[in-house]
Nanobody
């Protein structure tokens, strides 16, 4: 397993969760890491990405101001802090790494994927 996502769970609307994406090798600190999510019956969508530095991050409009992506090179782990969760945030969340260094919002450009962690937000 090269990327392992964890931290999902059941939370009430307005609550918080922190997801973790642990990489198996420091090689991954060269690649942009992104979080995507996929709700039942919907396409996978971009959530946030980072280039392992605090001042380089990108967010989907739907999560700006509520979610924060961060990274710890020593732990080779990327985090997604999710605050103010809404029922529409319910999805399986995946982390992914992009060997081409683009760090785009397009899932097809990512080469390595974690197994996903389920986030369920109740109303």
């Amino acid at each position: 397993v090269q990327l392992q996502a964890s931290g999902g769970g059941l939370v009430q609307a307005g609550g918080s969760l922190r997801l973790s994406c642990a990489a198996s090798s420091r090689t991954f600190t060269r690649y942009p890491i992104a979080w995507f999510r996929q709700a039942p019956g919907k396409e996978r969508e971009f959530v946030a990405s980072t280039a392992w530095t605090d001042n380089i991050a990108d967010y989907a409009d739907s999560v700006k101001g509520r979610f924060a992506i961060s990274s710890d090179k020593a732990e080779i782990t990327v985090y997604l802090q999710m605050n103010g969760l809404k029922p529409e945030d319910t999805a399986v969340y995946y982390c992914a790494a992009d060997r081409s260094y683009k760090g785009s919002q397009y899932a097809f450009e990512y080469d390595y994927w974690g197994q996903g962690t389920l986030v369920t937000v109740s109303s």
